[in-house]
């Protein structure tokens, strides 16, 4: 008892010890960003098996990589490289993706976007929005949450069967969630001295 106690003393200290060393301005304006995140995608989709024995139905899919993201001002540039978890499948995906960042308070915002996804079998429309809550940690660098739904309009091979491949249907719907660090840059609000 007396160990929890002291435990949650201490992450309470920690916690404010952080507040206290985050020093944005209330009101400031961020000019640059340069973001990496770790991307957990998770796929729902239909797929039609080709071949003699063709058959078809959905499967859930998850696909996890990397992102590099840059903004400038609130319009963000992003590149995401993915594989998929699934041990026979080998598919890797490219994101790019072009978006705007609305603040909905100081530490969230929400970020829709449009782009291209690329795979092996050429690329494809993409669009969908995130969530971001970020929290910071020291003047000019963040870490943060994130949450995301997607929709793609590309065919993707997802594995083979008896030499056929089993292939996904134009368009899927993706979830997403996952981490990530920030370092930044922002402008801080003008101070009038002549009153």
């Known amino acids: 008892m007396i160990l929890q106690r002291k435990v949650c003393m201490m992450v309470i200290a920690g916690f404010s010890a952080i507040t206290l060393m985050a020093q944005v301005p209330y009101g400031a304006k961020e000019n640059f960003h340069l973001k990496i ?3 957990n995608r998770f796929c729902l989709s239909a797929y039609q098996q080709t071949g003699l024995n063709g058959t078809s139905g ?5 696909s996890n990589g990397a992102m590099v993201e840059i903004a400038i001002k609130q319009v963000t540039f992003g590149a995401t490289f993915l594989n998929e978890a699934v041990s026979n499948s080998g598919l890797s995906k490219t994101d790019l993706d072009l978006g705007y960042e609305y603040y909905l308070s100081k530490s969230l915002n929400l970020q829709p976007f449009a782009g291209c996804e690329m795979n092996e079998n050429g690329p494809g429309f993409t669009m ?3 969530l971001n809550k970020n929290i910071e940690l020291f003047d000019f660098i963040s870490l943060g949450l994130f ?3 997607r929709y793609s ?3 993707s091979i997802r594995s083979i ?3 056929y491949p089993s292939s996904v249907s134009h368009g899927y719907l993706s979830g997403s969630a996952g981490v990530y660090f ?3 840059d922002y402008r ?8």
């Open 147 to 149: 949450v995301g739904m």
């Open 37 to 39: 995140e770790q991307e």
């Open 188 to 195: 801080r609000p003008t101070i009038r001295r002549d009153w």
């Open 161 to 163: 069967y008896d030499n």
């Open 182 to 184: 920030m370092i930044y």
């Open 128 to 130: 969908g929005a995130k």
């Open 58 to 62: 959905t499967e859930l899919t998850l």
């Open 153 to 155: 309009s590309i065919e």
